[in-house]
């Protein structure tokens, strides 16, 4: 028999358990709701649960095979997760590639700046073996993509080394998913990834510099297909590596897979990508207009001085000094993007900061985590070049707010963001506040997708040809509109 240490809210549970049931079924049995749309079957990838010392896993794939600890996600990051399937594509597995292995692997990767997540599927089925996520080792070289760049541009061998880091921490999981499988080197066949133009680039080994310098001309948009003979990456020797097609220099393949995913009935919304680079898209009919902001690593925790990226111990919810939300139920280490957009909106709210972004002193969350002047003005920044970007969009398309239908906020920020915070410090449109939902990691999601089924490539061709991209440093009205927007207005 084996020790089940349940954690859920504060709360904790201890079950007991023989091992021949899948953590799922053993939640289940004992009456914890836990979110499986696809009923269990591997397909969905929603039925996440942590568990100590090993990090997220699928509890419908995960058989205890001792003693462990499980963090059940609180009942809104549930609710979340059943918002977002709403949302989101599910094609069933349909395509007509030949397995070169009976038990043949794939792999759909999200390749964030900061974060990156890798989907497992077994390709004849289509099931989701596996869900990693991991830090991207390039942060040590720089935040955001323009430090990066820069870096390749300083450095002799820059490019080569954040390629070799970059690969060798892809392998370093695809080795460990290998050994958990028991399976051959060379039974992962097919890798699909979707990211932004230049973490493309130095992922392919292609000189990312241009990609600063205007007229920013990336060495390439369109989707890639490398055989593995020509990739770093552990695949078998007749397996490929494709990266999904991006729209422009910083407009990426993360965007295209997260449009081509959505499943709404809609004929204008907003799609929003709230990291470094600030990717947006308006949809209008059968016209897509997209825009890149330079909103910096504010929201993604660099930067501040007491930042971090969403993960365990981070305050990710603050409505006072007495009453926070911290990831994994832990004592706080610091805070990321979401904490402190509350932050800024609480201090507005209660008069401890004026309009101009100006505090009286710095700002205590929690013992040794603070809120400070300096820290303000880059949410100050970064939030208005976000907000403008929207407003940009929307006089290209001759649109206004009442006659969007909706905004959907991808990416990690988007699913711990605190919808009334993000439009009480001017982040996002006041008018969409009730029209504004969570679509979480839909770049991997689209990035699945694309591996699974045939199909969906035709929804990726169809965003790519229904795209055009918007210069911000060349439109006259962005500047003025950035200015205009620096505010914290009530």
Not at 289 to 305: D, I, K, N, R, V
Not at 366 to 388: F, H, V
Not at 470 to 486: G, K, Q, R, T
Request: aromatic residues 8%; hydrophobic residues 40%.
């Amino acid at each position: 028999m084996y020790k089940i240490l349940l954690r859920e809210n504060s709360q904790t549970r201890v079950i007991q358990t023989q091992g021949q049931q899948s953590l799922l079924e053993i939640l289940r049995n004992e009456d914890y709701s836990i979110y499986a749309p696809c009923g269990g079957k591997g397909r969905c990838g929603k039925c996440l649960v942590d568990i100590k010392g090993e990090g997220k896993v699928l509890a419908c794939n995960y058989y205890p095979a001792g003693d462990i600890e499980v963090i059940l996600p609180a009942k809104e990051e549930a609710q979340i997760l059943a918002t977002q399937t709403a949302y989101l594509e599910d094609f069933p597995p349909a395509h007509s590639r030949q397995l070169l292995h009976p038990d043949a692997y794939g792999a759909a990767i999200d390749l964030g700046t900061t974060t990156i997540v890798c989907y497992f599927v077994h390709l004849a089925s289509g099931r989701i073996v596996k869900i990693s996520s991991w830090m991207n080792p390039q942060t040590a070289y720089g935040a955001d993509v323009i430090s990066r760049i820069s870096y390749c541009q300083e450095n002799p061998g820059g490019l080569k080394l954040l390629q070799k880091i970059l690969t060798e921490s892809i392998n370093k999981e695809f080795n460990s998913f290998l050994s958990e499988m028991k399976a051959g080197k060379q039974q992962i066949q097919e890798t699909v990834i979707a990211g932004n133009t230049t973490m493309l680039h130095i992922l392919l080994g292609y000189n990312p510099e241009p990609l600063a310098l205007a007229p920013f001309t990336p060495a390439f948009t369109a989707q890639q297909v490398h055989k593995a003979e020509n990739s770093s990456l552990l695949l078998h020797p007749l397996g490929r590596l494709i990266t999904l097609p991006c729209i422009s220099a910083y407009v990426g393949s993360d965007i295209v897979a997260g449009l081509a995913v959505l499943k709404v009935p809609l004929q204008h919304y907003l799609f929003l990508d709230i990291g470094t680079n600030g990717e947006m898209a308006l949809v209008k009919g059968e016209e897509i207009f997209t825009c890149a902001t330079a909103a910096g690593p504010a929201f993604e925790g660099a930067g501040l001085s007491s930042g971090m990226p969403a993960l365990k111990g981070a305050i990710a919810a603050f409505e006072s000094p007495s009453n926070y939300k911290v990831i994994g139920d832990v004592r706080p280490v610091g805070i990321c993007g979401s904490g402190v957009i509350d932050s800024v909106a609480w201090l507005r709210r209660n008069h401890l900061m004026d309009e101009s972004g100006l505090i009286q002193q710095d700002f205590e969350i929690y013992p040794g985590i603070q809120i400070t002047q300096a820290d303000i003005r880059e949410i100050q920044l970064a939030k208005s070049a976000i907000y403008s970007g929207i407003k940009i969009l929307l006089k290209r398309a001759g649109l206004n707010f009442q006659e969007l239908e909706a905004l959907f906020l991808a990416g990690g920020l988007g699913n711990y963001i605190h919808i009334p915070s993000a439009v009480e410090i001017g982040l996002l449109p006041a008018e969409l506040k009730d029209k504004t939902f969570a679509v979480g990691n839909s770049a991997g999601i689209g990035a699945l997708q694309f591996l699974r089924s045939e199909v969906f490539a035709n929804k990726v061709d169809r965003v790519i040809q229904q795209s055009q991209y918007i210069e911000l440093s060349d439109d006259e009205d962005f500047a003025l509109e950035f200015a205009m927007n620096m505010d914290f207005l009530k």
